[in-house]
């Protein structure tokens, strides 16, 4: 399995901690941020991590160079400018294994087991899974409206009032779903990378 983790963000919501440091290199007790995620990727076996970088990315590579003193393979990705979700897999499409891929916002803090959520995937055998989770307010982050077995039917990226009954599922529960037209477009079809 394959990561893709996207830190190409400016952090604009941090400054002034991100003027001259990339929020992926922010502290987290210990160590940055961003090597808490390759933590997580690294435990549940994924171990060939495409980074994708923009805004101060050359600090991003220098602090963890080609990834092997953390037991990962990692690549960089550049964008010269910045690029949506879908923009950012599209970019990474060269590199691709062909194997199921993991994507992550490189500033998402979360506890969900990444191993179960690959076997949910494995098991369900569906084009995508997506994670979800309940909010209080949806308004600033957009609506994935599922049906009783939990596939995605729409997404709402700006949903003024709408009732939060038709989110399937529970919190934090993995969902098997058909990609959104953009990210379809990156991902059929994608041939193996010879190496």
């Not at 961003?34 to 994924?46: K, T, Y």
């Not at 934090?172 to 059929?188: E, W």
């Amino acid at each position: 399995m394959q990561a893709i983790l996207i830190a190409g963000g400016k952090g604009t919501r941090l400054r002034p901690l991100t003027y001259r440091c990339p929020k992926p290199l922010l502290p987290l007790i210990d160590r940055p941020f961003l090597a808490w995620l390759i933590d997580r990727c690294r435990q549940a076996g994924i171990v060939d991590i495409l980074v994708n970088v923009g805004y101060l990315g050359a600090q991003i590579e220098q602090a963890f160079g080609d990834g092997a003193a953390l037991g990962v393979k990692l690549r960089y990705l550049w964008e010269t400018d910045p690029l949506d979700t879908a923009g950012a897999i599209l970019l990474a499409k060269p590199l691709f294994s062909g194997e199921p891929l993991v994507v992550f916002n490189a500033d998402i803090l979360t506890d969900l087991d990444l191993r179960q959520l690959m076997d949910f995937h494995r098991h369900h055998g569906g084009q995508g899974t997506l994670t979800l989770t309940r909010v209080a307010d949806i308004t600033p982050f957009g609506l994935v409206e599922c049906d009783g077995t939990g596939r995605v039917q729409a997404f709402r990226e700006n949903p003024r009032q709408c009732k939060q009954s038709s989110i399937w599922p529970p919190a934090s529960t993995p969902s098997t779903r058909a990609p959104t037209s953009s990210i379809r477009r990156c991902l059929t079809p994608i041939p193996p990378v010879n190496r």
